[in-house]
């Protein structure tokens, strides 16, 4: 079955430390990748997309994604927190133009 | 740019009424729409596809004939849940796309969240 794990429920940080938040991906060829944060009770913002090309994909606000195709992976990254990134975070892949298929989400804690 | 609303954010109804959401693409025309269901700290469920003038395509187990999909234009598409029940209180969320290709990004709107009494 394919699936998405976002293996770390929760992830604290300190403000002006960086962070990462993890994706794991196991799906059937060379799927489109999407990163989304969500704030409390609101819908999903779009941060970035890997569709091809580099490995590194620049997003909104600061954030990055690293593809890597060998670990099936597609980790959200930041250089430098900040306490109003503090968010639900969605990783979600979508195989070819099939449903997106989407993570359980990672709450992102950044503390002042 | 890629706004997606929804209306109502919020709706409180009785056991056995129908309730209509709304979503709008206000900046862009939306040939794919979707909804997505959304429980109390978990992912996302996609209940539904839909194409504009189109029949709507239900995901496995969403009973089409009690959550009624319509995309009327390349703007518009309503969600109405008919005879409600407490079990279907949740956060609705749509989202759409201006293509159908797996690349195009989906930009989703603020939710609503409906309470079944």
């Known amino acids: 079955a394919q699936s998405v794990a976002q293996p770390e429920d929760q992830v604290n940080v300190a403000e002006g430390n960086p962070l990462t938040v993890k994706c794991t991906y196991s799906v059937s060829g060379n799927p489109y990748l999407f990163w989304y944060v969500q704030y409390p009770n609101r819908g999903l913002q779009f941060l970035l997309k890997?569709?091809?090309?580099?490995?590194l994909v620049k997003g909104s606000y600061g954030f990055e994604a690293e593809f890597n195709k060998s670990q099936t992976s597609f980790h959200l990254k930041k250089p430098s927190a900040l306490v109003s990134d503090s968010a639900l975070y969605f990783c979600a892949v979508r195989p070819g133009t099939d449903k997106l298929i989407f993570g359980t989400g990672t709450r992102l804690q950044v503390f002042p | 740019g890629a706004v997606v609303s929804q209306h109502p954010s919020r709706v409180i109804c009785k056991s056995g009424t129908s309730v209509k959401i709304e979503c709008r693409s206000l900046d862009f025309q939306a040939t794919t729409m979707f909804w997505y269901r959304q429980f109390p700290k978990q992912s996302l469920m996609l209940m539904a596809t839909?194409?504009?003038?189109?029949?709507?395509?239900?995901e496995q187990g969403v009973e089409k004939d009690k959550f009624l999909i319509n995309h009327a234009s390349l703007t518009l598409s309503t969600l109405t849940v008919t005879s409600a029940h407490p079990e279907d209180s949740s956060f609705y969320i749509c989202?759409?796309?201006?293509?159908?290709?797996?690349?195009?990004?989906?930009?989703f709107g603020p939710g609503t969240r409906l309470t079944v009494l």
């Open positions: 839909s194409n504009e003038g189109s029949k709507a395509t239900y």
């Open positions: 890997y569709i091809t090309g580099d490995n």
């Open positions: 989202s759409a796309s201006w293509g159908k290709e797996g690349a195009d990004t989906q930009y």
